[in-house]
């Protein structure tokens, strides 16, 4: 299908069409990273911008992997998270980001929403890569390739969410993402953790919640497990880190009721001991080091579907 | 009165609650500008509330604003409205009595609750000894600090920090409680709830001297105004007419909330509940809201957009229009305990249809949700205070004029 989309802010409008299109891409872009020499010329004379507002090590890095194995030129743009605090204001940043002229701008920020305010104000694309609670798209299309390639089809496939959904984006990417390809999900958590209105029956459309994990996880096709932030004790969230790891935590007797061999996912960084089990981790389950491979992957294709294809030549031809 | 055909006539508006920045934030708005964009949008009085720098707490700060306000040609008359604690702080109370000797027309922290039940209390005893009414904005902090929008279905979507609709509820029978306990005139201002409206009715239904008033941005706007809908409640919603999410003009405090709310806060204008329609007008320089949802500071400019926003209700049937009408006029005055004052007329012609532009208002503030859309029904001729003065301010000419 014909690529459309200027930006990439949010999944939750996508067609299915359109999420395939991805993670065909995705593919090839694998293709690419198991060769001797992992770059093609596709983005050659392209600039893209990391504007990292929130630190971020692993999505950063992935990032500019991809960016790199595909030609373009990368730059960097730290600044502070929060305008009011350090002074810069975010407005401030878009005018610097628009003078010096990238093509692509790959944006974490603490603010849901940021990268819309950015998108409004610039002419270059824009990557959410994640904001605050809202959206992680290239997480959601990351891990719907990981577990394509794990489960085929995911029509019908049950996945079990397990933990802080209420603050997180990768959540609501992966539910964002996961739907139109016809998986059903289950979210799990404490219910403090899980936003009220989603627990009071106005659930986005296949999916469930279930307060006790075994439940959710008997003949599951897969589960990924978000990260606990531990200041969510502190603002009466959650009685305590040991009690929550108790009842809410990955382990291999809770994984083995799943349905045989279904995989385990974690975006990382992973709190092991906390939401997961530290063999259920690294056991034979888990697809957490195909995550991080695919990322890179994933990241090639909506580059090079934003700043590359319609004026350069599909990659495969080019390579 | 003429309520029927294209141009109506009726008494000039009063606002319980318009936020006119001066002194202290003269970037947002001042108390001419302020008070000009007041009559354009048909409010011939405005009761202007405290929370300026400094706040409105002692008599010769009340008096300073009269002495400010500009004279009737220019805008509407300015009522003050002056603190209930000192610096608006909810720790020590303002000397209401003195305040309202000084012309306090009514007392409010608004935009901080005064959390401490117990001052509050002597609060409303107070006010009552000094003949004038308490204006508590209610609201939960413990429930409610963190929020910037409703708490439901949309900002789970849109993982934005929820303000639920208990946070206020909760506020709302406090306050009901202590008005219960002290037979002191209590006035709820921008109620957002199906809930809150609900402990309104019965309280009335049990004799407290209790009132309410709720703003047009609540009448007219849902929740998925941040999710970028442009449709009004009774509306069904135009894709074409979607405007970005997360834009900050729809972040104000109490939040937008769901359709339900907004239905309610329609029944309770109809059975009079709800006494009056007030702005909260909340008029901010762009520095303010041209930031992250999440760092914007609250509230709508809506001084100028209040009359096509009701109107555009009686339009779909939700009130008869004789009903806003009150609550826009008789409805306030009853609130504060005082005569409409006498000659203030409106014309309004309510076909016209206008496009909100930053041009189109008189307020420093232009944040609104409503810019670039086009609008039906607009103040035609106002004027104040016509037994004293020939004819009535042109609010046409005047803009052309400018």
Not at chain 1, 7 to 25: C, G, K, N, P
């Amino acid at each position: 299908m014909k690529w459309n989309r200027r930006h990439v802010l949010d999944t939750d409008d996508w067609s299915r069409d359109e999420i395939e299109t991805v993670l065909d891409q995705t593919r090839a872009m694998i293709e690419i990273l198991q060769r001797p020499i992992r770059r093609a010329p596709p983005l050659r004379g392209r600039t893209v911008i990391l504007f990292f507002a929130e630190s971020s090590t692993r999505t950063r890095v992935s990032f500019e992997l991809a960016a790199k194995a595909l030609s373009a030129d990368v730059t960097n743009i730290t600044a502070s998270g929060s305008s009011v605090d350090k002074g810069e204001s975010l407005y401030d940043t878009v005018r610097t980001l628009q003078a010096l002229g990238g093509d692509v701008v790959v944006m974490r920020h603490a603010s849901s929403g940021a990268p819309y305010f950015v998108a409004e104000r610039t002419d270059a694309a824009v990557i959410n890569a994640g904001d605050g609670w809202h959206a992680h798209p290239t997480q959601g299309l990351l891990d719907a390739y990981t577990l394509r390639d794990a489960l085929g089809d995911l029509e019908e496939k049950r996945i079990v969410i397990v933990g802080d959904v209420l603050h997180s984006r990768v959540a609501r990417s992966d539910i964002n993402t996961l739907l139109p390809l016809g998986a059903r999900i289950t979210l799990s958590g404490p219910p403090t953790l899980i936003p009220t209105a989603w627990r009071c029956g106005q659930l986005p459309h296949s999916v469930t919640y279930e307060s006790d994990l075994d439940l959710a996880l008997d003949g599951a096709d897969a589960v990924i497990a978000l990260r606990l932030q531990r200041e969510r004790q502190a603002s009466g969230l959650l009685p305590s880190l040991r009690e929550y790891s108790r009842v809410w935590g990955l382990t291999a007797e809770r994984v083995a009721r799943m349905r045989s061999g279904a995989p385990v996912m974690h975006p990382g960084p992973m709190n092991e001991g906390i939401e997961i089990d530290p063999a259920v981790a690294h056991g034979t389950r888990s697809l957490i080091e195909a995550q991080v491979t695919n990322g890179v992957a994933v990241r090639m294709a909506l580059l090079y579907l934003l700043a590359g294809a319609g004026t350069a030549t599909p990659v495969e031809e080019r390579a | 009165m003429k309520l029927e055909g294209r141009y109506i006539e009726v008494p000039g508006f009063m606002d319980l609650h318009a936020h006119l920045r001066e002194p202290g934030f003269e970037e947002s708005e001042t108390l001419a500008t302020g008070a000009h964009a007041a009559l354009h949008g048909g409010f011939t009085t405005v009761c202007a509330m405290p929370n300026t720098d400094p706040a409105i707490d002692t008599p010769a700060l009340v008096k300073e604003i009269y002495s400010r306000a500009p004279g009737w040609a220019e805008g509407a008359r300015v009522w003050p409205v002056a603190s209930i604690t000192r610096g608006r702080k909810g720790t020590e109370l303002a000397d209401l009595v003195e305040l309202a000797e000084a012309g306090a027309v009514a007392f409010s922290d608004d935009g901080n609750p005064v959390d401490d039940a117990h001052l509050f209390r002597s609060a409303l005893e107070y006010a009552r000894s000094a003949g004038r009414v308490v204006i508590e904005h209610p609201q939960d902090l413990s429930l409610s600090a963190r929020g910037v929008m409703h708490e439901g279905s949309v900002s789970a979507r849109l993982g934005l920090p929820g303000m639920p609709a208990a946070a206020e509820e909760i506020a709302v029978a406090r306050d009901i409680a202590l008005a219960k306990m002290t037979g002191a005139r209590l006035h709820l201002t921008h109620l957002s709830t199906a809930g809150s409206i609900d402990l309104v009715r019965r309280a009335k239904a049990d004799g407290i001297p209790v009132t309410c008033d709720v703003t047009p941005h609540h009448l007219a706007m849902t929740d998925e105004w941040v999710a970028g809908s442009r449709a009004f409640a009774w509306e069904v919603p135009d894709e074409a007419l979607r405007g970005v999410p997360y834009d900050s003009s729809t972040k104000v405090n109490p939040p937008l909330r769901a359709h339900t709310d907004v239905r309610a806060l329609w029944a309770g204008l109809v059975d009079r509940t709800v006494d009056a329609i007030a702005t909260d007008h909340a008029p901010h320089a762009s520095t303010k809201k041209d930031v992250e949802f999440d760092q914007a500071a609250f509230g709508i400019s809506g001084l100028e957009t209040a009359v096509p926003l009701v109107l555009g209700g009686v339009r779909a049937g939700w009130a008869p229009l004789a009903t806003v009408i009150a609550a826009l006029t008789t409805g306030p005055a009853r609130v504060l305990g005082i005569e409409l004052p006498e000659g203030d007329r409106l014309t309004i012609d309510t076909e016209v249809e206008w496009v909100v532009t930053p041009e189109a208002f008189f307020s420093l503030g232009k944040n609104t949700p409503l810019m670039g859309r086009s609008l039906i029904g607009r103040v035609d001729t106002a004027g104040i205070g016509l037994t004293k003065r020939q004819g009535g301010l042109r609010v046409a000419e005047a803009i052309s004029g400018r």
